[in-house]
């Protein structure tokens, strides 16, 4: 990311390299976003009342599945690569 900002930066000036910058951000943070809502809208907020809940022993299912792990990291490194 910070690598094409550079190469923007010095083929067509400081303006140009923080609109790819800020672009790239936005693209990362659409798709976070999109992995939530369209395939695993539990994942959604931080997870803590879920685990507290868990841990107090209420059935709640697919709350801990393939999917909503794989969502999670996915998301997780998205919003980090993002800027969040």
């Given at each position: 990311?910070?690598?094409t900002m550079q190469s923007a930066i010095q083929q067509a000036g400081v303006l140009h390299g923080i609109g790819i910058l800020m672009l790239l951000s936005t ?58």
């Open positions: 990311k910070f690598h693209i990362y943070a659409l798709v976070g976003v999109c992995l939530i809502q369209f395939l695993a809208p539990s994942c959604g907020g931080s997870g803590i009342p879920e685990n507290k809940a868990f841990l107090n022993g209420a059935q709640m299912p697919h709350l801990y599945s393939q999917r909503t792990l794989s969502v999670r990291a996915c998301t997780n490194v998205l919003a980090n690569a993002a800027g969040f």
